[in-house]
């Protein structure tokens, strides 16, 4: 059983919440609904949830890309996608066998990471070399950064790893949203006919609970793309990086005191 009434309505607003994050920022309500669903549901069940609600809200985002710019990421990108995929089903069927804690501790160093390497205030010695290492955009390192991108995403629904690797290519705000969407899409249809192979939807309870609960999620993001419009990109950008260092100290935090 997922809960009561209650619950249910505390976790439909939550992917709403997480939803507006996302609308507005073009990432987030991965970590955002699922950490906090978290505290009503157990890990996995939230994992579960949120997998129709991410799959609604990045189809809605990735109309943001015309067909000539999907066209040019997905020859761009096609490498990692495809690894990122395959990562995926993995990180799956790992999922509820892997220590959460130490998974969470990682990808807050990680999030932390990525924002002192990106901020612009403070210099970093071996920044640039280092960058240059992580995010090669050769096929064989770009397959390799999606295998471990979608191993942690089918395990945790955490993308920060995914929105680190695109933000680093220096695209748009619009097609950054576009392309991060793109990636998220073809990820999370693979993970609903996975969820389904590997059990996780039980008795289908929480399909029918993940299902409902695309509307807040549509809903959310909407409203946060009418808010995005208005909000100048230096802003948005700012918001990025404070979102992230939040997140990366709550991973921390969390993978921490699971230890």
Same mark, same amino acid.
């Not at 997998?51 to 985002?61: D, E, H, M, Y």
């Given at each position: ?14 992917? &709403?919440? *997480?939803?507006? +994050?996302?609308?507005?920022?073009? /990432? @987030?309500?991965?970590? =955002?609904?699922?950490?906090?669903? !978290?505290?009503?549901l157990d890990p996995e069940r939230a994992v579960t949830v ?13 109309r943001e890309l015309d067909a000539d710019g999907l066209r ?17 089903l993995v990180g799956m069927a790992l999922l509820g066998r ?43 390192? &770009?397959? *390799?950064?999606? +295998?471990?991108?979608?191993?942690? /995403? @089918?395990?945790?629904? =955490?993308?920060?790893?995914?929105? !680190? ?95």
């Open positions: 059983m997922v809960g009561s009434s209650v619950v249910i309505l505390v976790v439909f607003g939550l992917v &709403l919440v *997480g939803g507006l +994050v996302t609308g507005i920022t073009g /990432f @987030g309500q991965a970590i =955002v609904s699922t950490a906090t669903i !978290a505290t009503v949120m997998i129709l609600p991410l799959l609604a809200a990045n189809v809605s985002l990735v040019r990421c997905a020859t761009r990108f096609w490498p990692y996608v495809l690894a990122a995929t395959l990562g995926t892997v220590s959460t804690g130490l998974l969470s501790l990682a990808l807050g160093v990680f999030t932390l990471l990525y924002v002192l390497l990106s901020q612009e205030w403070v210099t970093v010695p071996g920044k640039s070399r280092l960058a240059g290492w992580c995010f090669d955009e050769r096929p064989a390192r &770009l397959a *390799g950064l999606g +295998v471990v991108s979608g191993a942690v /995403f @089918g395990a945790s629904n =955490v993308a920060v790893q995914i929105v !680190a690797f695109l933000d680093s290519r220096s695209l748009d705000r619009r097609t950054f949203v576009g392309v991060l969407a793109m990636i998220l899409v073809g990820v999370s249809a693979v993970r609903v006919a996975a969820a389904f192979a590997l059990g996780l939807y039980g008795t289908g309870e929480l399909f029918v609970v993940s299902a409902v609960a695309a509307l807040p999620s549509l809903l959310g993001v909407a409203a946060g793309q009418r808010v995005r419009g208005v909000i100048p990109e230096r802003y948005q950008a700012a918001g990025v990086f404070v979102l992230l260092t939040v997140i990366g100290l709550r991973l921390s935090l969390t993978g921490v005191q699971s230890l």
